[in-house]
């Protein structure tokens, strides 16, 4: 069965430094999408990306975070200057589709990538 | 922006009891979406409802979507040590892009 995968599973950076988080979605999805859930919070979205541009972004996606598709299969979030507040464990989803007001999309997730900033 | 609250926020029950868990929005549902999380690993997709009084099952889980009271509910029957978890529910709407925004999470302990 098709799924989402993250590389790695477990990054430790020093604060200030740049990150490159990876995800391969299912191959034939079209629409991306990167989420975090903080230790003990709930999961909170952060882009969303279609035809190679941001769809939507959340207020925490501010100028520090950029997503990219580099290659056909790959989707990377980058945060640039680290900062211990980025802990967290962070979450690439893929959907077939974009849900609408009469039509609904499953998200499938990643297994996540613990980042630790220290 | 729209609230998501779950109740109860944990919940420990017997093998073979049955549960439930509800969701309840401060906003108008438009899509509800129930996941699974193991803890520390990732979200696993169980249902998503649409229609006001939709109802939907897998196995054992059956989710319900009540439009007016926007509320949905979870209801596991005979439970199995294999549903312990964080259950989570989700929503979208019109207004964050269709962006997912979840509640806290209901803990679920199956006890022998």
């Known amino acids: 069965e098709p799924e989402v995968t993250q590389t790695p599973s477990h990054q430790v950076t020093q604060m200030g430094q740049e990150v490159i988080l990876r995800c391969v979605p299912i191959s034939n999805h079209l629409y991306f999408y990167w989420y975090r859930q903080i230790l003990g919070q709930k999961v909170e979205f952060l882009v969303s990306?279609?035809?190679?541009?941001?769809?939507?972004k959340s207020e925490i996606f501010d100028d520090q975070f950029s997503v990219e598709r580099p290659d056909g299969s790959n989707f990377t979030l980058k945060i640039r200057s680290t900062k211990l507040e980025d802990s967290a464990m962070y979450f690439c989803?893929?959907?077939?589709?974009?849900?609408?007001?009469?039509?609904?999309?499953?998200?499938?997730f990643g297994p996540g990538t613990r980042l630790t900033v220290t | 922006s729209q609230e998501l609250e779950q109740s109860p926020q944990s919940l420990i029950v017997q093998e073979g009891k049955n549960l439930t868990i509800n969701c309840t929005s401060s906003k108008t549902l438009y899509g509800l979406y129930w996941y699974k999380q193991k803890y520390g690993e990732g979200l696993i997709f169980l249902m998503m409802l649409q229609k006001g009084g939709e109802e939907k099952s897998h196995e054992k889980i059956t989710a319900k979507l009540d439009e007016k009271k926007q509320q949905s509910s979870l209801h596991i029957t005979a439970s199995q040590p294999s549903h312990a978890g964080i259950y989570l529910c989700?929503?979208?709407?019109?207004?964050?892009?269709?962006?997912?925004?979840f509640g806290k999470g209901t803990s679920l302990l199956v006890t022998p």
């Open positions: 989803a893929s959907s077939l589709g974009l849900a609408g007001v009469y039509v609904l999309y499953e998200q499938y």
């Open positions: 990306f279609y035809n190679n541009e941001i769809s939507e």
């Open positions: 989700g929503a979208d709407s019109p207004n964050s892009g269709y962006a997912l925004n």
